[in-house]
């Protein structure tokens, strides 16, 4: 089982940065694939971000390539996103998500309370 608690979110204008962070516990982390996904209000949740448990070769969607950067700290079992040049339309519950590979929900077992990210135009 691993347990996952997010932070970091909070209000920001846009142009402004945030960085969120995921700390996970129990079985071990640096194993584990690690994702970011949002959900907005309204809408369904989509995927953000993703790295390996390498760090490297991390995947974007595409509206945040260039703008946000995933991380992780093995030694540390935490995984960051930065957020740099926010828009209001990354307004959204922000989520963390530990397990498998790939871009769908289906393909991460554990996930996070998430956090909210509002950013005012």
């Known amino acids: 089982q691993v347990q996952l608690v997010e932070s970091g979110g909070g209000l920001v204008q846009a142009g402004g940065s945030l960085r969120l962070s995921c700390a996970a516990s129990?079985?071990?982390?640096?194993?584990?694939?690690m994702a970011w996904f949002r959900q907005a209000p309204g809408k369904e949740r989509e995927f953000v971000a993703a790295?390996?448990?390498?760090?490297?070769?991390?995947e974007y969607e595409d509206s945040v390539k260039g703008r946000f950067t995933i991380f992780r700290d093995n030694a540390g079992n935490t995984v960051y996103l930065q957020m740099n040049s926010l828009k209001p339309e990354d307004t959204a519950v922000y989520y963390c998500?530990?397990?498998?590979?790939?871009?769908?929900?289906?393909?991460?077992?554990?996930w996070g309370q998430g956090t909210q990210v509002t950013v005012s135009s």
């Open positions: 998500a530990a397990g498998g590979w790939g871009r769908r929900e289906y393909q991460y077992d554990y």
């Open positions: 129990g079985r071990t982390f640096g194993s584990f694939y």
């Open positions: 790295i390996p448990s390498s760090g490297e070769n991390t």
